[in-house]
């Protein structure tokens, strides 16, 4: 049975309304901590692999704040549905000494194959007529390389992101040729940007970062085109860069089609 991308998008509010700014996510990382069963938060620590990411941010469309949690297992998955249940309607924030408002829940899931049929075909062979796709940094992002911070959108460090979390979670399809990621920036084209330099904050470290919008173009012709397609496209999901579980990292994608 295939394991399920499960997204949480959690509806959340301060009793005070005080704004709930992206750089807030080691708070919420706090809260799964202080809520989700401890023998699990013992084996998170622990792990390597981390099977599971969350990010706060501000949704246009509703007009509210979103804590967004995603796992990639059904055990992420079950622990997590369980911490949401153990969740009072209002959590206090010792950070902030005030009580959050747990206003409403949703759940969605999709599947590493299900993503596949969507983008390239039942067979892979028929990708989807997208031709441009824009990646917001709704959060802070930034890579790491030889011990140091890496706080710019290079696409080749992207690529390599996405490759390592697909790979790791895909239980049907990898992709694991030599050089891959720099092939599929060939695939690509960049056509706009906005990048704007930011720290972020987890506790008393300051980590250099960036946010924005990055868009880029898909090469017709190019056999990788698809496949860079199914990467980018799958960032919303998994997220790019370091501490994507303390809320960095944290991707929404905008497509033409």
């Known amino acids: 049975m295939l394991q399920p991308i499960t997204t949480f998008d959690i509806t959340i509010k301060f009793e005070t309304d005080l704004p709930i700014h992206q750089s807030m996510g080691s708070v919420f990382h706090g809260i799964i901590m202080q809520y989700i069963d401890t023998d699990y938060a013992t084996e998170l620590h622990r792990s390597q692999v981390h099977p599971y990411r969350q990010f706060v941010f501000f949704d246009d469309k509703s007009h509210s704040y979103i ?32 009580y959050l408002d747990i206003v409403s829940t949703s759940i969605s899931s999709t599947s590493h194959d299900a993503l596949c049929e969507l983008l390239l075909g039942p067979n892979l062979d028929e990708p989807a007529d997208i031709q441009e796709l824009q990646i917001n940094f709704k959060t802070c992002t930034s890579f ?79 056999s990788l ?9 799958y960032s919303q999901f998994t997220g790019v860069g370091i501490k994507t579980s303390l809320g960095m990292g944290g991707i929404q994608i905008k497509t033409d089609s």
Not at 68 to 86: D, G, N, P, V
Not at 225 to 233: I, K
Request: proline letters at 5%.
């Open 67 to 98: 804590w967004r949690i995603i796992t990639f297992s059904y055990t992420c998955e079950t622990q997590f549905r369980s911490m949401l249940k153990a969740l009072p309607n209002k959590v206090f924030v010792h950070q902030k000494q005030l």
């Open 225 to 233: 085109a698809p496949l860079a397609m199914l990467l980018l496209f």
């Open 144 to 222: 790491k390389s030889q011990d140091a911070y890496q706080p710019f959108p290079d696409l080749e460090r992207i690529f390599q992101s996405l490759l390592k979390r697909w790979n790791t979670f895909s239980e049907t399809y990898t992709f694991t040729a030599p050089e891959l990621a720099k092939e599929l920036c060939q695939a690509t084209t960049l056509v706009d940007y906005q990048i704007q330099f930011k720290l972020y904050r987890i506790e008393r470290t300051k980590i250099p970062a960036f946010i924005g919008y990055y868009t880029v173009r898909f090469k017709k012709n190019h």
